[in-house]
């Protein structure tokens, strides 16, 4: 298992932004897909945003056009780009990532998809 480092996280006002990083300790790592997720207070975990690497991006309806995800290969990094963020975008956000090896085809935004994850940070939007 690879160990996933998420950092940029932290609290800003409606209408601000953030980016997120997501670093795998290892550059031998083989990455194939990876995710971001979050986990609201008082609700369940759910998909945001997914990427192959290189390749297809995938967002969940309620981050679409706001959020951007995108990976830097030579730094083993995956960023989430977070624009005009509102109060219900506060949660706990966690990268996940899965290499070609232990790929099972999941749903982009399915748990079971991701063998390794990230402890996860905080991101607060409130005025």
């Known amino acids: 298992r690879v160990q996933l480092v998420e950092s940029g996280g932290g609290s800003v006002q409606p209408g601000g932004s953030l980016t997120l990083s997501c670093r795998a300790s290892e550059s031998t790592f083989s990455t194939y897909c990876m995710g971001w997720f979050r986990q609201a207070p008082g609700k369940e975990r759910e998909g945001i945003a997914a990427m192959y690497i290189p390749g297809t991006t995938y967002y969940a309806d309620s981050v679409k056009g706001r959020f951007t995800i995108s990976h830097d290969n030579t730094k083993k990094t995956l960023y989430l780009q977070m624009n005009n963020l509102k109060p219900e975008d506060t949660g706990v956000y966690t990268c996940?990532?899965?290499?070609?090896?232990?790929?099972?085809?999941?749903?982009?935004?399915?748990?079971?998809?991701?063998?390794?994850w990230g402890q996860g940070i905080q991101v607060t939007v409130s005025s």
């Open positions: 996940a990532a899965v290499s070609e090896d232990d790929y099972e085809d999941y749903d982009v935004f399915s748990e079971l998809r991701y063998e390794n």
